[in-house]
């Protein structure tokens, strides 16, 4: 008698080809349910439906298929067990050899704008997941598919193997399956738990981390270090969406750098905008009526830590950036295009990596980090800014001018460590203070980097000062107004020490620790 394959897809990828091989080649005799069943019957394939073979209709508008002991009898029957076999004879029942099948695309379904509860409720798959972890549970006695990627492995197994599956090859398919629905069950649970989250709290009871190995690289941020790269979720979002145009393989670090890039880059959507990260702290960042401008404006407010350094545009190359960026040495490039003529330049630069990711905003909604024996998990610091509520708390009131400068600068200092100062001015950093244990300490470097360029600029602070030193620091350096979250005990000090010298203070009463 021939060997029974079940197919049932979803994704229905290299379907006809696996089929037409079973059939043709193996001289399997196929059974299948729905969609896949008509796709199978247009392809001229012989396929039985599951209704026809069970004697059961599909009811429920679907939602019952393969339910059935017929199904699920021949699924589990173990072949070394003569009671089991005696069970398929007496219920006219046949092994089936092969289970293929991929399941209902939940995930695909709540990435899309606007879907309802009722239509991500619809695309929870029962039976599939059901088959798949019978089949996996019985690899012993039959092979079990999840992903159109198998299929041509399987097919090859066959033809090296007098028409046979290796037990170690189902063993393999087996840890796949059991992976697919766990990670299928995780995504559900992940989403109906963001509807049900504690009171007052914006994250789940239980939080879920799996990933897909998408590429090992060749090693952590140290050589002795081993990393991977894991895509989350089965449709690709963010970094896994994006080209490579040219380059050397992304190591850790690299990738790293990139995301703090596109963290700060996404925060000026309205104008063209440059920044340049080393170690994930921006040692330049610009805005400028073109993005050759601003690249320019950031590169040369410090050029020698550009060196090396990982470029971040929110606008396409163009063929004068792209000349610019090849005059130093870059790690990586990121922008949402780059035109032809530009493509062209940059090849000069075989080895920099120039990474394409049309959409920049789309980042993580909360941010995760292992400690020993659990996670922490955080909403994204992804709020925005509102001038409108800021208070400013100085005789001085700042010009509309200044109030865009220090708006500029306030964002910027979001994304460098903390402690965290940055001194701009033309919408340009001209001094960063990054990772100090002392708020002082930032200041002190962050004016030293800006030297004579301080005179007249902007400063930012991603905490409040404990103390008035740094704001009289600040004051003989020539800077004229500040921004910082306020909060201390001792805020009447700074604010008195701003008053007295002529500089203008502003309170947003937000804090942008970065640790």
Request: proline share 4%.
């Amino acid at each position: 008698m021939a060997r029974l394959a079940l197919l049932s897809t979803s994704n229905k990828t290299g379907l006809i080809d696996l089929a037409r091989s079973l059939v043709e080649e193996f001289e399997f005799d196929i059974i299948s349910s729905g969609g896949t069943a008509t796709a199978l019957k247009e392809a001229g394939i012989p396929v039985t439906k599951v209704a026809e073979y069970t004697g059961s209709p599909e009811i429920l508008g679907g939602r019952v298929k393969t339910l059935h002991p017929r199904i699920h009898g021949g699924i589990l029957a173990r072949r070394d067990v003569p009671e089991d076999l005696a069970d398929l004879t007496a219920n006219q029942i046949r092994a089936i050899d092969l289970v293929v099948v991929n399941l209902y695309p939940f995930e695909e379904t709540i990435s899309k704008p606007g879907v309802t509860l009722a239509d991500a409720i619809e695309q929870i798959d029962i039976g599939g997941p059901a088959m798949l972890r019978a089949s996996a549970k019985n690899h012993a006695h039959l092979t079990v598919l999840c992903d159109p990627e198998q299929y041509n492995t399987y097919l090859k197994e066959l033809r090296e193997n007098g028409g046979e599956a290796s037990l170690e090859f189902r063993q393999r398919c087996a840890l796949e399956t059991f992976k697919h629905t766990a990670n299928y069950d995780r995504a559900i649970a992940t989403y109906l738990s963001s509807s049900q989250s504690a009171e007052g709290s914006s994250l789940p009871e239980q939080f879920n981390l799996s990933g897909k190995e998408l590429q090992t690289l060749r090693y952590g941020e140290n050589p002795h270090q081993a990393a991977t790269w894991y895509q989350s979720g089965t449709t690709p979002t963010g970094w896994t969406t994006s080209t490579i145009l040219q380059g050397k393989e992304l190591s850790y670090n690299n990738l790293v750098d990139l995301e703090a890039a596109r963290r700060l880059i996404v925060e000026f959507p309205d104008t063209p905008a440059a920044a340049i990260l080393k170690h994930t702290n921006p040692c330049g960042t610009a805005l400028g009526t073109t993005i050759s401008e601003a690249y320019q404006k950031a590169f040369d407010t410090d050029s020698v830590s550009a060196f090396g350094g990982i470029v971040a545009l929110n606008r396409p190359i163009d063929a004068d950036t792209a000349t610019a960026l090849t005059q130093t040495f870059l790690e990586c490039i990121v922008a949402p295009g780059c035109e032809p003529e530009a493509e062209e330049i940059i090849k000069k630069k075989a080895k920099v990596r120039v990474l394409i990711l049309p959409d920049l905003t789309q980042g993580p909604p909360q941010t995760v980090k292992i400690i020993a024996g659990g996670l922490l998990v955080q909403d994204s610091d992804n709020i925005v800014e509102e001038t409108s509520k800021w208070r400013i708390v100085t005789e001085k009131q700042p010009t509309a001018g200044e109030l865009e400068e220090l708006l500029f600068a306030w964002k910027v200092a979001k994304h460098v460590k903390s402690n965290a100062i940055v001194v701009t001015r033309d919408r340009t950093t001209i001094g960063v203070g990054a990772g100090q244990m002392n708020r002082v300490g930032s200041v002190k470097l962050a004016l030293e980097q800006a030297g004579d360029k301080s005179k007249g600029a902007i400063l930012a602070s991603d905490g409040f000062f404990p103390f008035d030193d740094s704001v009289k620091t600040a004051a003989e350096a020539g800077i004229i107004a500040i921004v910082q979250p306020g909060g201390s005990m001792r805020d009447r000090d700074s604010i008195e020490a701003a008053n007295q010298l002529g500089i203008t203070m502003v309170f947003t009463d937000i804090r942008h620790f970065l640790h």
